[in-house]
């Protein structure tokens, strides 16, 4: 019996996409598997079934009429019911760049059509399996003037507060867990993303950058050909 079908509970799938054949194959196969399954045809029908359906991974393609893909992904990441869901991208497009802006918005996977559905479930079955493992270190770090809280993964500095994306915050959580320790990018691309997930290294780079412009400069200290540290003296 799968991951899914082992879960106190259905674990819910939307599934984005304007090519029926495609969302009725992806369709039967996670209900297959176990979850439950909400589809829609394009971007703004997807934003509008997320807000009531609030699914805990979201299948996207990137192509689509109404909004594209990386637009829908960063106005799904905007509601804050579905700062925690996975989102994972299904699409023919298979250039760097559109693979560098879909992580840049929160992905957690990306993969190029053709699909191979047995694949698919199994990489899918690992990132509800590797959440569910994760070893809860507890719900908050304060420190150097920051608190980091896992709970509705905010970060606040003084008076002001920052809620970051999913990927963003785990990897800050991470490296604020072992302050001055230094991590290469290869580590962390595991750490933070999974070791079945293959993931550009330049993806912890902009994460990092997008952190920087949000926390202040001082906080992760990049040593060059080595990786990068939380400064606790940030």
Same mark, same amino acid.
């Given at each position: 019996?799968?991951?899914?079908? !082992? ?11 304007d ?11 996670? /209900?297959?598997?176990?979850? /439950?399954?909400?589809?829609?045809p ?6 509008d079934t997320?807000?009531t359906?609030?699914p /805990?991974?979201v ?21 804050p ?7 994972? #991208? ?6 760097e760049?559109s693979?560098?802006?879909?992580f840049?918005?929160?992905?957690d996977? #990306? ?6 559905p047995?694949a698919?479930?199994?990489?899918? !079955? ?18 150097? @003037? ?11 500095t ?11 915050? /785990? ?5 604020a ?6 991590? @290469? ?11 079945d997930? #293959? ?10 950058r997008?952190?920087?412009?949000k926390?202040?400069?001082t ?7 080595? @990786? #990068?540290?939380f400064?606790?003296?940030?």
């Amino acid at each position: 019996m799968s991951a899914a079908k !082992n879960s106190q509970q259905l674990h819910r799938v939307l599934v984005v996409d304007d090519d029926p054949d495609i969302v009725e194959l992806l369709q039967y196969n996670l /209900e297959k598997e176990g979850y /439950e399954v909400r589809t829609a045809p394009d971007g703004r029908k997807a934003l509008d079934t997320a807000r009531t359906f609030v699914p /805990e991974l979201v299948l996207l393609d990137i192509m689509m009429p109404q909004m594209d893909g990386i637009e829908t992904g960063r106005q799904l990441r905007n509601l804050p019911d579905l700062r925690q869901t996975f989102i994972l #991208y299904l699409t023919a497009r298979s250039e760097e760049y559109s693979e560098v802006a879909a992580f840049e918005i929160g992905a957690d996977d #990306y993969i190029t059509k053709p699909i191979k559905p047995r694949a698919l479930m199994s990489r899918i !079955n690992a990132l509800f399996r590797r959440e569910a493992q994760k070893a809860d270190p507890g719900e908050k770090i304060e420190i150097s @003037g920051l608190t980091i809280n896992r709970l509705n993964y905010t970060v606040t500095t003084g008076d002001k507060t920052v809620v970051l994306p999913k990927k963003e915050f /785990e990897l800050l959580f991470f490296l604020a867990l072992s302050p001055n320790k230094v991590f @290469g990018r290869e580590e962390l691309l595991q750490k933070i993303w999974g070791v079945d997930i #293959y993931v550009l290294e330049r993806t912890v780079d902009v994460h990092i950058r997008k952190l920087r412009e949000k926390i202040g400069e001082t906080y992760i200290k990049t040593l060059k050909g080595v @990786g #990068y540290m939380f400064n606790d003296e940030g």
